[in-house]
């Protein structure tokens, strides 16, 4: 009998048709490209054969059975998009079904929010008078905004091409130290003002220097409220070594994959790890979500605090469109919890 053709996505959220065969040559060829790369395990075949069915299946939406649901959390949730930011988190409370939500500024740089911290400890209070969910603040470290031209220290990006490496290095470590004083200006702030948390989102997007930061932070934020909530989340699956000497209690931070990441968010005091596996546009969504499970399988075999896989535009085996399919978004959020086993999406 002829093998039928399948709906499924591209990496760009494009309808494409491929037949179920194809779709698992390209899970097996998932799974076998992120083994190779980060030194892991391939998918089992039993694994293998589960997100076959998931990604074959011929539903427009696909979903967990009743009982195996997971805790979702939102980054961004406050953003004025429905009236404004205490709009917003009411609707992802009541008619999304979020199980948390996350107030923001626009501008979701640290740096920023502590310019305007007085006006966001107001929006945080008055959203903590309406909402029943735990509500965290959320921002990134963005440690690029502290080179010139938006910030104080010489920009390494500039220096490196330049073969001026010890300078850049330098700048990396300035920087370092003025992210970190006002993260943790940031979480006294919002902790004073009734947040449930912080989120440290995207960690690790400038390299090494700045998943240094957030780790920093992370502890000197768990030890002034130890109460609190810590997400952090990561940007990408390999931490890019901008510095390529930096460590953290003795584990070099440049080259870190999803399990020793977490490993080092938890000994700083986090309470939720985000792993984030960026998406390849040009290849299929079987694909990109086997490469995906590959790479943070490990991490939450190993994990000591809760894991919540991130699964947005472009990460996590989603698509990277503004407003990615619910066919597709589906798929990856079951597959995650099926397959992985997560604690959190």
Request: hydrophobic share 40%; glycine share 10%; with cysteine.
């Amino acid at each position: 009998m002829m093998d039928e053709a399948v709906f499924t996505r591209s990496g760009d959220g494009s309808r494409i048709e491929l037949t179920r065969d194809q779709i698992r040559g390209e899970i097996e060829d998932g799974t076998r490209t992120a083994a190779a790369r980060a030194k892991v395990p391939v998918l089992s075949t039993d694994e293998l054969d589960h997100l076959l069915d998931i990604c074959t299946s011929r539903g427009r939406f696909t979903g967990v059975e009743i009982g195996d649901e997971v805790v979702l959390t939102y980054d961004g949730t406050g953003g004025q998009l429905i009236g404004s930011r205490l709009d917003d988190l009411r609707t992802f409370e009541q008619y999304i079904g979020a199980d948390s939500v996350e107030l923001y500024h626009m501008d979701y740089s640290f740096k920023a929010v502590r310019t305007v911290l007085p006006s966001e400890q107001q929006g945080l209070r008055n959203a903590q008078c309406l909402l029943t969910v735990p509500l965290q603040y959320g921002a990134m470290p963005d440690l690029g905004r502290y080179s010139r031209p938006d910030g104080p220290v010489a920009n390494w990006s500039e220096l490196l091409p330049q073969g001026q490496i010890e300078a850049a290095r330098e700048s990396q470590a300035q920087a370092v130290e003025l992210a970190v004083r006002d993260m943790v200006a940031v979480a006294d702030g919002v902790w004073e003002a009734g947040a449930d948390g912080i989120d440290l989102d995207t960690a690790g997007a400038a390299g090494d220097a700045d998943f240094l930061a957030a780790l920093r932070a992370v502890r000197e934020i768990r030890e002034r409220h130890p109460d609190m909530g810590i997400e952090l989340g990561m940007a990408n699956e390999f931490v890019l070594g901008m510095h390529g000497e930096l460590e953290w209690g003795g584990v070099r931070l440049a080259g870190l994959w999803p399990r020793e990441q977490m490993k080092l968010a938890a000994q700083a005091g986090a309470t939720i790890f985000g792993p984030a596996v960026n998406v390849n546009t040009s290849r299929s969504l079987p694909w990109n979500l086997a490469r995906a499970l590959t790479l943070v399988k490990p991490c939450v075999e190993a994990a000591t605090i809760p894991v919540h896989m991130n699964v947005g535009m472009g990460v996590g085996g989603v698509p990277m469109a503004v407003r990615p399919p619910a066919d597709a978004v589906s798929r990856v959020a079951r597959a995650c919890v099926e397959v992985l086993r997560i604690d959190g999406l």
